[in-house]
């Protein structure tokens, strides 16, 4: 019989294990980090929190668990019947010598085109260095003008202006309408931030929406518009939808907020702390103005107890020592030409009428007066320049608010709602509004 005939060379023979294990590491190396799409089907839920199920189409049926770690981290509940996108890893469940996918991530399928090519975009512009730290400008301490881009009828504009009245925030805010979802948007945006970026005196930009899902927030994540935000000279915040919803536009700003809101608290958080070092600066100037005061008198006091003690007796003594070896030496040097003695007596001379105490006091108080009023001019001069400069500070902390702005002949224009109406168009709509001047408040109402 054949069977009879073949012996099996040993060293080739493997065992079950040994094959399944093979076949598993083959699987694992050539089929890692795959993209699956299909229709779930048979799925079961373990109160370990894994999930079981198949992933199907028209032709075949693939085996798939999605462990609890990352079924936590999905954004919707696994169902029969829904169509997704699968990235996981093909192994191999040794005791059934069965093949099968461990997913990692499960999008549906609605979003599924769109979540990749978002991955696509980031890896891409990433690569680029588009979002590396070192492009990132630092937000201005002290913006004066900010450009908001965004719905003027969206809840994000007014979780905004309502945070920053809270926390009286004095700079000009100019909403820039835009649509921020559907069609024609992501042309709108980027034309409004064209225009800000080609406008005069704007500090910041910052543009923002609520929150949403992928398609909702696609118009953020539009690589044209990244690409026009990591490349713009003005300071970007970007503060779309909630905590959870990332897009390419928060990676291209030079800062992002998780919501709106958040916004519009960096933002003032700004002139809380520029108004910090205002009164840090003043409190250290005065007491440096005080220090520097201490010290000086505390010298002139020492300096003048010095003089005191140096009595003109004393000072005689000293003068005669002097003499007595002046003397000495004109008797040694007697055998010296006489023309050089007679240089040498003459100088001599001078310096003992210059050691009179006389003329050692007055000199010494012309001293103390030319110091006393050095110092007086130089404690002048630097009060004069702190104070300059505080004053430059709180004149520009006075000019950027909403007061100011209003007493330069402008007015505040609101609807009943105190929602800011900043165009003819958003006027024709409301049949009342309130115009804002630096002296009070009227009502004007449109015409029956």
């Given at each position: ?38 229709e ?47 990235l996981?890893?093909v ?5 059934h ?14 979003e ?16 680029e ?30 979780d ?13 805010v ?15 945006v ?65 800062k ?28 250290d ?7 520097y ?16 003690l ?21 008797s ?16 001599l ?20 007066k ?21 004053q430059?500070?709180?004149h ?29 168009s958003?006027a024709k ?20």
């Amino acid at each position: 019989m054949l069977d009879s005939l073949i012996t099996p060379p040993p060293e080739q023979v493997l065992k079950v294990t040994a094959l399944t294990r093979l076949i598993k590491g083959q699987l694992e190396e050539n089929f890692s980090r795959v993209w699956v799409k299909g229709e779930v089907s048979n799925l079961r839920k373990q109160s370990s929190g894994h999930l079981y199920f198949s992933l199907k189409d028209a032709g075949s049926q693939l085996p798939c668990a999605l462990f609890a770690r990352d079924a936590a981290r999905q954004s919707f509940e696994l169902q029969d019947g829904i169509e997704v996108f699968l990235l996981g890893d093909v192994s191999v469940f040794e005791p059934h010598g069965r093949y099968q996918l461990i997913a990692k991530i499960v999008i549906q399928s609605g979003e599924g085109r769109l979540q990749l090519k978002y991955e696509r975009l980031k890896r891409k512009l990433a690569a680029e260095g588009l979002f590396d730290a070192d492009h990132k400008k630092p937000l201005p301490a002290l913006p004066r003008k900010i450009a908001v881009i965004t719905s003027p009828t969206g809840a994000a504009i007014q979780d905004f202006l309502r945070i920053l009245r809270r926390r009286n925030f004095v700079g000009e805010v100019v909403i820039f309408p835009a649509k921020v979802q559907g069609n024609g948007a992501a042309k709108e945006v980027g034309a409004m931030f064209k225009h800000v970026v080609a406008s005069d005196g704007f500090d910041l930009i910052v543009i923002t929406r609520g929150g949403g899902s992928i398609e909702d927030l696609w118009v953020f994540n539009e690589e044209a518009l990244a690409r026009e935000v990591a490349a713009c000279s003005l300071p970007v915040i970007s503060a779309i939808g909630h905590e959870i919803d990332t897009v390419l536009t928060d990676y291209a700003a030079d800062k992002r907020a998780e919501t709106p809101s958040g916004a519009a608290e960096l933002i003032s958080s700004l002139y809380i702390e520029a108004r910090s070092r205002c009164e840090d600066a003043e409190s250290d100037f005065h007491a440096w103005v005080q220090g520097y005061l201490k010290d000086q008198r505390s010298q002139l006091r020492d300096l003048s107890a010095r003089m005191r003690l140096i009595a003109p007796d004393r000072r005689v003594q000293y003068i005669d020592m002097q003499l007595d070896e002046m003397e000495s030496r004109l008797s040694s040097n007697l055998g010296r030409r006489l023309s050089t003695e007679q240089q040498t007596i003459s100088i001599l001379g001078q310096r003992i009428a210059q050691q009179h105490p006389k003329s050692r006091i007055g000199i010494a108080f012309q001293h103390l007066k030319d110091s006393s009023r050095r110092l007086e001019h130089a404690n002048d001069l630097t009060a004069s320049r702190k104070k300059e400069k505080l004053q430059s500070l709180h004149h520009r902390l006075e000019n950027g608010s909403l007061q100011a702005t209003l007493q330069r002949g402008y007015a505040l224009i609101q609807n009943i709602d105190n929602a800011i109406i900043d165009r003819a168009s958003l006027a024709k709509k409301e049949l009342q509004l309130k115009a804002r001047f630096h002296d009070g408040e009227i009502t004007l109402k449109k015409d029956s």
